[in-house]
Every structure is written in C-alpha cells, then in structure tokens.
C-alpha cells in the first residue's frame, strides 16, 4: 500500500518556542491532506484539511495563527505549533488522501495516515 | 447520536477467539475503512471497502450499504491483535472521514 511518512515521531519543546511536524506521501501525490490532533483514549479531531497551493481550511475552533499549515507540494504538507504551550501537548497525526479510481463521473479515494507526531511542551 | 457509531466500545476475548466488530452509520457513503491504532499511535488501514467483502490473513471485512454496516472479523485472534480499530468513513462528494468511536480490543493469551 502507499506510504505516509510524519516526521518526527516525538518532539519535546520548551514553551514558546515553535515545533515543525512533516507529513510526505512518499509514493503518490496527494493534493489533499488532513490533519488531526489525538488526546488520550479519544477519537481523531479533525484540525484543519491541507490542500496544495492553497490555503488550509481550519476547523471551527482551530486557531489557524497558532497551528501554521503549509502544503507547498504535492507531497509534502507541514503543521507547525507556534509558541508552544503545555496545552499544544498531545499526539498529532497526518492523513493524506489518494485517489483510488473513477467510477462514472466521481472518484474514490483511499486515505493513508503518518505515524503521529507525540509532541510534549515543557 | 453520532454518524458512525461502533460496538461494542471494548472488548476482551481470549487468545484464538472470533472478533466481531460491528460499525452502523446514518449517512451516505462512497467508501468506509477499517483502521487499528495501535498504542504507539500509528494508525493502519487495513481494509477500504464500498461493497461486499475483503480478506487479508485473519481479518475479514464486509459491508452491507443497504444496511448502512460493517463489521470486521478477526479469525483466531492473538495478543498482538490488541489494539483499537476505528471504522471511518468517507461521505458522498466529500475527502473527510468520520471516524467512528473506535472498539478497544484486548487479547489475553
């Protein structure tokens, strides 16, 4: 199957400063990719969807100044946490979406997700 | 009530027992995925379906979209297939999953 790559895989920083999390589809272009944020024993919350050459759409809640999303390629999306507080604090996870195939006039597609990203602010 | 409701939310079993997940959802889809989560946090897709039924070793996964189900199986289970599996899916016209809330699995040797 496809491969997903987010980098790094855990991440400690001091507050205030800023922390950047990759996310590559290695093997397919992925003009869309999502990212989530992950607390514990919880469901994946949608962050903000990362589309190419355009700006990301934030979830209704997601400071966009705070949670700096960059797709500046077909294969690479960045989320960069700005001024770090303890409460940034959780597991990031990326999913990047490639289409599978047409069927008649619509298209399905497959999502592959990264590793996560376990970002902890001391 | 959520869009893609799963059961049951956990679930212990011993080694070599049959899993069955189950995932009901309330609105249109044009494809749903099987994932597991393991406790690292990396997630998994094991299965994409939009219709009938998929195999990969021991788990097996069908979907009725009558029915608006699925469930996923897992044959002779063992400890390493502990793990949360989330069910997901894509609505019509749309890239974004809604996840289900995910089945806590423990398998006791």
């Known amino acids: 199957g496809a491969v997903v790559s987010q980098h790094p895989s855990r991440v400690i920083c001091k507050s205030g400063t800023s922390v950047k999390i990759e996310c590559r589809s290695l093997?397919?272009?992925?003009?869309?990719m999502f990212w989530y944020r992950q607390f514990p024993k919880k469901s994946l919350m949608l962050m903000a969807t990362s589309n190419e050459g355009s700006k990301a759409t934030y979830e209704q809640g997601v400071e966009k100044d705070k949670f700096l999303i960059n797709h500046a390629s077909l294969t690479l999306s960045t989320l960069t946490v700005t001024s770090a507080h303890p409460e940034d604090s959780s597991f990031y996870i990326c999913s990047a979406i490639k289409p599978i195939m047409w069927t008649g006039t619509s298209m399905n597609t497959e999502a592959f997700f990264g590793q996560g990203t376990r970002l902890t602010v001391v | 009530k959520n869009e893609v409701e799963q059961s049951p939310q956990n679930l212990t079993a011993q080694e070599g027992e049959f899993i069955t997940i189950n995932c009901s959802y309330s609105v249109g889809i044009s494809a749903l995925h099987w994932l597991q989560q393991h406790p690292g946090g990396g997630i998994v897709s094991w299965f994409l379906?939009?219709?009938g039924k998929k195999k990969h070793g021991r788990l097996i996964a069908t979907i009725n979209i009558q029915e608006k189900h699925s469930s996923l199986h897992i044959t002779a289970s063992h400890p390493r297939d502990s793990a949360v599996y989330i069910c997901a899916v894509f609505n019509f016209g749309n890239e974004k999953l809604t996840f289900g809330t995910g089945t806590r699995l423990t398998i006791i040797p």
């Open positions: 379906l939009s219709s």
């Open positions: 093997d397919f272009q992925a003009t869309t």
